[in-house]
Structure formats: structure tokens, C-alpha cells
T-cell receptor, first 113, second 109 residues
Framework: DTAVSQTPKYLVTQMGNDKSIKCEQN?????MYWYKQDSKKFLKIMFS???????INETVPNRFSPKSPDKAHLNLHINSLELGDSAVYFC????????????FGQGTRLTVV | RKEVEQDPGPFNVPEGATVAFNCTYS??????FFWYRQDCRKEPKLLMS???SGNEDGRFTAQLNRASQYISLLIRDSKLSDSATYLCVVNARGNQFYFGTGTSLTVIP
């Protein structure tokens, strides 16, 4: 059983398109996240979300928006894709609180051409 | 200033060597600390949590120094399978996991 699963694994799309990446977790976690890993391999938090609060990294363009239909899902929508959006996007989840680890999905490799 | 700073390496060590990675964090209110491992083209996976008293798991020892805001990971008797990127992670404000840039380790036969 995959704990955190995201689809698709690979996504190639043209500039200007709108795309979504789906994420689901079956761990019963309260909080989900989206991270971006760029070509230099740095993992940067984009969003964290639980039922109470959406925390947005202020450097994330508003073309990116998280959508959570329920506690087990946090999808990432990207509008008007740009070349610089090419990266690996990781979904993660954890229990709420400070003393808990995060579990990651296998990543979505997005290439904008 | 970055939340978490790590020496990116790379570290190239022979099998059997002992290698240490260091990490500093900027938020003194940070509450939990971790080392993750990331293999090429894979997701990060938890290697070990870091407790105030220091903790050991087989060949791996993690230490935390809150006064200096410093975390370390020691790997003894390195194996070829230890080759990966090691990520220092700090949960700074509850539900905010901040990653260091990662330290690349290659263990050479």
C-alpha cells in the first residue's frame, strides 16, 4: 500500500498550459504539503495545509494553488505554466504538530517546453 | 538567511570510513529535527529523528546542540549503499518542514 501517492509521475507540457498534479495519502495525517525541488536539488516548501490553515510560502507565484477536496487529498493546480516551473514536485503529509516526521510521495517530474 | 544550512559536499569516502555531516538552523524556536536520505530520482525518506540527548541507530549517530543550533550525523563503517544525498530537516513552526540543500555522499569501493 502506497502511503503518499501522487500522479502523474511525469508531466511534459507546453508553456501557457494549465495543469494539475494529484496527491493522496492513506496515513490518516492531518497536514499535507507541496514541495518543489529544482535543478540544484534544493527542496523548497510551497504550501502546507490542514483543515484549519493554509500556509503559503510568499515566494510562490499565485499561478500555483492548492486544492483540498478532503483531508486525504491535496492537489496542486498550476496556471499559465512557464519554463521556470520545470522541476520535481513532491507531495508530503504528516500528523499535526511539531514532533512528527513527514512522508513523501514519489514525486512528479514536470517539464515545460 | 536560510532556515537550514548544510555543506553540500560532495563527500567521497572509501568503504569502511567514518564520515560526519553538519547542519545549522536559524530559528531558535525550532522543535524537531531530522535527517532524511534521498537517492537519485527518488523521494526523501526519513533516516532518523534527532533527539536532544543524541541517538544512535546501528552505524548512524545523530546529535543536536540547541545552544549552538547545530545538528550532526555520523556514519561509521561506510557501505557502498550509503551513497546518497543526506538532508538536514528542521520543523521550525509546527507543520513547516525546512530542508537544507543536502550533502552528497559517494562511498568508493
Amino acid at each position: 500500500d502506497t502511503a503518499v501517492s501522487q500522479t502523474p509521475k511525469y508531466l511534459v507540457t507546453q508553456m501557457g498550459n494549465d495543469k494539475s498534479i494529484k496527491c493522496e495519502q492513506n496515513l490518516g495525517h492531518d497536514t499535507m504539503y507541496w514541495y518543489k525541488q529544482d535543478s540544484k536539488k534544493f527542496l523548497k516548501i510551497m504550501f502546507s495545509y490542514n483543515n484549519k490553515e493554509l500556509i503559503i510560502n510568499e515566494t510562490v507565484p499565485n499561478r500555483f494553488s492548492p486544492k483540498s477536496p478532503d483531508k486525504a487529498h491535496l492537489n496542486l493546480h498550476i496556471n499559465s505554466l512557464e519554463l521556470g516551473d520545470s522541476a520535481v514536485y513532491f507531495c508530503a503529509s504528516s500528523h499535526e504538530g511539531s514532533y512528527t516526521e513527514a512522508f513523501f510521495g514519489q514525486g512528479t517530474r514536470l517539464t515545460v517546453v | 538567511r536560510k532556515e537550514v544550512e548544510q555543506d553540500p559536499g560532495p563527500f567521497n569516502v572509501p568503504e569502511g570510513a567514518t564520515v560526519a555531516f553538519n547542519c545549522t538552523y536559524s530559528n531558535s524556536a525550532s522543535q524537531s529535527f531530522f535527517w532524511y536520505r534521498q537517492d537519485c530520482r527518488k523521494e526523501p525518506k526519513l533516516l532518523m529523528s534527532v533527539y536532544s540527548s543524541g541517538n544512535e541507530d546501528g552505524r548512524f549517530t545523530a546529535q543536536l546542540n540547541r545552544a549552538s543550533q547545530y545538528i550532526s550525523l555520523l556514519i561509521r563503517d561506510s557501505k557502498l549503499s550509503d551513497s546518497a544525498t543526506y538532508l538536514c530537516v528542521v520543523n521550525a513552526r509546527g507543520n513547516q518542514f525546512y530542508f537544507g540543500t543536502g550533502t552528497s555522499l559517494t562511498v568508493i569501493p
